[in-house]
Each structure stands twice: as C-alpha cells, then as structure tokens.
Nanobody, 120 residues
Framework: QVQLVESGGGLVQAGGSLRLSCAAS????????MGWFRQAPGKEREFVAA????????YYTDSVKGRFTISRDNAENTVFLQMNSLKPEDTAVYYC?????????????WGQGTQVTVSS
C-alpha cells in the first residue's frame, strides 16, 4: 500500500520559513518524480515544485523560484520542501505527490496534505 505522509506545516509570519517533509512508503519511487502542490481556499490546486527521485533536477513554479527548495533523501524515502521568505499568498494546503510521468502532471499518488498559514 502506497503512502505519502506530509508533515511540517504550521503558522508563520511573513518573511519566515518552514520545512515540509513527505515520507514515502509502499513501493520504490526510484523512477518517479516527487512533487509538491498547493491549494488555497477558493482556488484550484497548483504545481509548486518537483524533483526526480533518482536525479538532481528540480522544477519550480515561477512564484516560488529563489524562495523554495525541493530536495530528497533517498535513504529515508523522504522529500523536503524548504520554504523561505514566506508570503501571505503562500497560504494553502500543501500536498506531496508522486508521478511516473512528471514533473508537473499525471501524478498517481497523493498525501493527505498539510496546512501552511502565513500571517501578514
């Protein structure tokens, strides 16, 4: 049974930082892209960042470039999203996901989400 479990969300002031983690289990993700998406209230879910499990190439949506960094620890089957210089518009539920096609589409597996709230 595939499981993606996010953690690390919370409440932070604008300009602050948070580090999200996603622990993957249930299968080998060596050929999968691992991504982060977010969904703000009243908005559609959007792509944030992705990284190929067996490589170092990372992809970011324009609004987070230079502020967010995606990384992974293959030994621990964990993917991270370091978020710096947070803005109120970053407030959303953040989801971890895995895709065999990737990096920005056709995600097969999803976590339950973790809330990130940035106060102004």
């Amino acid at each position: 049974q595939v499981q993606l479990v996010e953690s690390g969300g919370g409440l932070v002031q604008a300009g602050g930082s948070l580090r999200l983690s996603c622990a993957a289990s249930g299968r080998t993700f060596s050929r999968y892209y691992m991504g982060w998406f977010r969904q703000a209230p009243g908005k559609e879910r959007e792509f944030v960042a992705a990284i190929r499990w067996s490589g170092s190439t990372a992809y970011y949506t324009d609004s987070v470039k230079g502020r967010f960094t995606i990384s992974r620890d293959n030994a621990e089957n964990t993917v991270f999203l370091q978020m710096n210089s947070l803005k109120p518009e970053d407030t959303a539920v953040y989801y971890c996901a895995a895709s065999a096609a990737g990096p920005t589409h056709d995600y097969d597996y999803w976590g339950q989400g973790t809330q990130v709230t940035v106060s102004s």
